[in-house]
């Protein structure tokens, strides 16, 4: 546990990297958003507006996030999963729980929509770090502890986010959980069971429940044959791609915004992205959003301590895997499902996690070791 006081300053690529996402994402609500706060509020500027205030509010967390230790945080690590895991309940099974467009995901507190799952991205990250680090791996021996807490722990919260329903965030959830497990000395063939165990019984589960998301499946694997209904979310996506050719239609000028595409501004914004700026504007948002990822592990990997180094690689784990699957859904990669891309889409809880999230790994930033030359056998470990 880090006690000492941080030695360095955050690291200016990393703030640099994300106040660009931050200003890209708002031009992009701003556009996209145009039309649907028009139809919605007769306010062309009433979703841009609204990101801007949760950017504020993400932004006063963010800097406590970087102000307080992150050796600090470990203490609430159990009970942040347990309030996590009470939102989730009470999001499916009260009348606390806001529906909308078939899923319950909204809980409304003191005025306030919050979204649970959003929060449950962090705490189950703090509470591996936590968990791992206090029960270590070592030598693929004494895991009966740590899997013993975490396993229950993980399967009961992705039950519950699956139930809402929300299956990009429980894939999300899932597979941070699998990068800390495996940053640890789990043997690797338990990573290798792990998929098929757990992949053909989700397939079969769903094909047998039927319902939207079988539909999804089947939308997947022939979009154009739905594309009057099941499919018509990822065709007009393909529509807004192939419209903007290699420079774009031009910032503001999309027709796909024009209620053809739905979640044009939240889920699907990336595909106006392309539309707007085309083949290189796509290109240099992917181009930051790596780096910064990129950036941040690289940093992280210098952290003087283990616990520093799980919370660090789980948060920015969490945030590269949510951007794959956005982008996996936005270009037909895998079956449509709605998950928000980091810093860009529009949507409160989501950009307060993602600036607290970024606060931390800024906080971690502060604490790491810089070797004193660049050998090989100077530069820390990789390994948690």
Avoid at 9 to 28: E, H, K, R, S, V
Avoid at 297 to 306: A, F, K, L, M, N
Wanted: charged share 10%; proline share 5%.
């Amino acid at each position: 546990m880090a006690k000492r006081k941080p030695k360095l300053p955050i690291d200016f690529p990393i703030l640099f990297l994300a106040l660009a996402l931050i200003a890209f994402g708002l031009i992009m609500v701003l556009s996209a958003g145009a039309v649907s706060g028009f139809n919605a509020k007769q306010n062309t500027y009433y979703y841009v507006f609204q990101q801007m205030k949760w950017t504020i509010v993400g932004v006063v967390f963010a800097l406590v996030a970087i102000k307080v230790p992150y050796a600090f945080w470990r203490r609430f690590a159990g009970v942040g999963i347990l309030i996590s895991i009470g939102l989730l309940i009470a999001v499916i099974f009260t009348d606390a729980g806001l529906a909308a467009k078939g899923s319950a995901r909204w809980i409304n507190i003191m005025g306030v929509n919050i979204q649970p799952s959003e929060i449950t991205k962090m705490a189950l990250v703090l509470f591996y770090a936590h968990i791992l680090d206090r029960y270590p791996i070592k030598h693929g021996k004494s895991w009966r502890t740590p899997l013993g807490i975490l396993m229950p722990v993980s399967v009961l919260i992705l039950g519950l986010v699956y139930k809402q329903p929300d299956l990009g965030t429980t894939m999300v959830l899932a597979m941070t959980s699998a990068v800390m497990l495996f940053l640890t000395e789990l043997p690797t063939i338990w990573f290798l069971a792990a998929v098929p165990t757990c992949g053909i019984p989700l397939v079969y589960f769903i094909h047998d429940a039927g319902g939207y998301q079988w539909d999804r499946i089947l939308a997947w694997l022939d979009p154009w044959k739905y594309a009057t209904n099941l499919g018509y979310q990822i065709t007009n996506a393909e529509i807004a791609f192939g419209s903007g050719g290699l420079f774009g239609v031009g910032l503001g000028r999309s027709m796909q915004k024009y209620g053809f595409l739905p979640e044009n501004h939240t889920d699907m914004i990336f595909a106006i992205v392309g539309e707007e700026l085309g083949l290189v504007g796509a290109l240099f948002l992917l181009f930051l959003l790596i780096s910064l990822y990129t950036r941040a592990y690289y940093v992280i990997r210098e952290c003087p301590d283990r616990f520093g180094r799980l919370l660090g690689f789980g948060l920015i784990s969490s945030l590269a895997l949510q951007t794959t699957v956005n982008l996996a859904v936005v270009t037909g990669v895998i079956p449509v499902t709605g998950i928000t891309l980091p810093l860009i889409s529009y949507g409160g809880s989501s950009l307060i996690i993602t600036l607290i999230q970024i606060g931390l790994i800024l906080n971690i930033s502060r604490y790491r070791h810089i070797p004193s030359s660049k050998t090989a056998k100077d530069l820390p470990n990789v390994s948690v």
